[in-house]
């Protein structure tokens, strides 16, 4: 099914998408493409996924004949747990949007799903895959074989190269920034300006044109802001971040019939009056609402922003969590059912070492904590080696947490646990994953 002649709004984009993943296969483009973000499925790889696919089927730049190919962007999570994501569906309101529009894990038909001739025809070998916000599929698409390097077609991220990502595919953007929705932008800005162009000279509704330029540019602003804590954060803010936000809150100054943005970074951010348009209130709006967890369960905590890796033979979760351990102690439970709660997860997972990183803000100022949580002897000596080689001044600046309540030798059982507050606040999980990630690599060549 190939896309419209001239684009069409966000949600038309999104139902069109689902029409061509659903078609009998003889009307299907063989190999299907799909843009997916990682697996933590977070709101800058879920709106960089589908501003990507949006810009990419209509880019007419390639030097391929033909229309441009449809690509189709794929929330990489079970339709369930859109849910956990309250500031999700605040974002896409302005952008015209429902959680219910979106295509997620549910809506990939596989062999393994359904026996159809529709559904089986969906497999590894017959589609194709552009990744934003990583640059290695892992996670349940991975493990049904989507995805191999092979496979990928191309890559805009903003983690550490695994070298997987294959060198002779375009894109194939891996910079630092402090969102991945930055280099998105900064990568779709050519097509997005030309086609603004080519809509104005000619003939139609321009109120509709202004209306997705708005939604679109409110859908990459959201990720940005709060990436980079509305652009005041010397750690993440990068030069992408800050000609992003400008392009941007440009294009909504060009929805409204302005020349430019009435806010340049650094300052209130009000966008030439687009629709009552504050960047600091849209910033404070959205993460409010993603620091809501009250009345989740522990485990949907734990499973609302999470990612797994496996290597040298040991598997690894890491949950990142809102809210510091005092909160979620004595607000969500207590620690007896915590700890419950973390080893279930793990066992449901399949973990040998499960971790938890905390964010949070008490009294204003901004920390970090981390919980590493061993349940083998293998996996113990990793998460030792991790300690040793990460924990000083040169490294994370570990200290113990709450007098070492949470901390625990297993009682002869394997195991190991420890929590700690982190001094390096900078360093998330972005930086902390490939640290103990090269630890169990080691121990699988000792």
């Given at each position: 099914m190939a896309p419209a002649a001239h684009r069409v709004s966000l949600k038309k984009f999104l139902l069109t998408a689902r029409k061509a993943l659903l078609a009998p296969p003889a009307q299907r483009s063989n190999p299907l493409v799909f843009v997916v973000g990682n697996e933590s499925a977070d709101l800058d790889s879920l709106c960089s996924s589908i501003l990507l696919a949006y810009f990419r089927t209509y880019d007419h730049r390639s030097t391929t004949p033909g229309?441009?190919?449809?690509?189709?962007?794929?929330?990489?999570?079970?339709?369930?747990?859109?849910?956990?994501?309250?500031?999700?569906?605040?974002?896409?309101?302005?952008?015209?949007?429902?959680?219910?529009?979106?295509?997620?894990?549910?809506?990939?038909?596989?062999?393994?799903d359904a026996a159809d001739e529709a559904s089986s025809s969906i497999t590894p070998e017959n589609t194709q895959w552009l990744l934003v916000d990583h640059n290695a599929l892992t996670g349940p698409l991975a493990a049904r074989g989507f995805g191999k390097p092979e496979k990928v077609m191309g890559c805009?991220?903003?983690?550490?190269?695994?070298?997987?990502?294959?060198?002779?595919?375009?894109?194939?953007?891996?910079?630092?920034?402090?969102?991945?929705?930055?280099?998105?932008?900064?990568?779709?800005?050519?097509?997005?300006?030309?086609?603004?162009?080519?809509?104005?000279?000619?003939?139609?509704?321009?109120?509709?044109?202004?209306?997705?330029?708005?939604?679109?540019?409110?859908?990459?602003?959201?990720?940005?802001?709060?990436?980079?804590?509305?652009?005041?954060?010397?750690?993440?803010?990068?030069?992408?971040?800050?000609?992003?936000?400008e392009f941007l809150e440009g294009r909504l100054a060009i929805s409204e019939g302005k020349t430019s943005a009435a806010s340049v970074p650094g300052s209130a951010g009000h966008a030439g009056g687009n629709k009552g348009y504050v960047r600091t209130t849209y910033f404070n709006d959205i993460t409010s609402l993603k620091q809501e967890i009250a009345g989740l369960s522990y485990r949907d905590i734990l499973r609302k922003d999470y990612k797994r890796w496996t290597d040298g033979g040991l598997a690894v979760g890491i949950s990142t969590v809102v809210r510091g351990f005092d909160y979620l102690l004595t607000e969500i439970g207590d620690q007896k059912h915590f700890t419950e709660?973390?080893?279930?997860?793990?066992?449901?997972?399949?973990?040998?070492?499960?971790?938890?990183?905390?964010?949070?803000?008490?009294?204003?100022?901004?920390?970090?904590?981390?919980?590493?949580?061993?349940?083998?002897?293998?996996?113990?000596?990793?998460?030792?080696?991790?300690v040793d080689q990460n924990a000083g001044e040169e490294g994370l600046q570990l200290q113990t947490w709450g007098?070492?309540?949470?901390?625990?030798?297993?009682?002869?059982?394997?195991?190991?646990?420890?929590?700690?507050?982190?001094?390096?606040?900078?360093?998330?999980?972005?930086?902390?994953?490939?640290?103990?990630?090269?630890?169990?690599k080691e121990a699988a060549r000792l």
């Open positions: 229309p441009p190919t449809l690509h189709i962007p794929l929330s990489n999570l079970p339709q369930a747990d859109l849910a956990l994501r309250p500031e999700l569906a605040a974002v896409l309101k302005p952008a015209g949007l429902h959680l219910k529009d979106l295509i997620t894990l549910d809506g990939l038909p596989t062999s393994q805009i991220d903003h983690h550490d190269d695994e070298g997987v990502v294959p060198p002779s595919v375009e894109p194939r953007i891996i910079e630092k920034s402090g969102s991945c929705m930055s280099l998105v932008v900064e990568y779709c800005k050519p097509v997005w300006e030309e086609l603004g162009k080519l809509e104005r000279s000619e003939d139609g509704n321009q109120d509709s044109l202004e209306e997705w330029e708005s939604q679109l540019a409110h859908l990459a602003l959201a990720p940005i802001l709060v990436d980079t804590t509305n652009l005041t954060s010397k750690d993440k803010t990068t030069g992408w971040d800050v000609r992003g936000v709660a973390l080893r279930a997860w793990a066992k449901e997972q399949e973990l040998d070492i499960a971790s938890v990183m905390t964010v949070s803000n008490p009294d204003g100022k901004f920390t970090r904590e981390l919980l590493v949580w061993a349940f083998n002897e293998g996996a113990v000596k990793v998460a030792k080696r991790f007098g070492g309540k949470l901390d625990s030798d297993g009682e002869g059982e394997g195991q190991w646990v420890r929590c700690w507050t982190q001094g390096r606040v900078d360093k998330s999980r972005k930086q902390v994953a490939p640290m103990l990630r090269d630890v169990m």
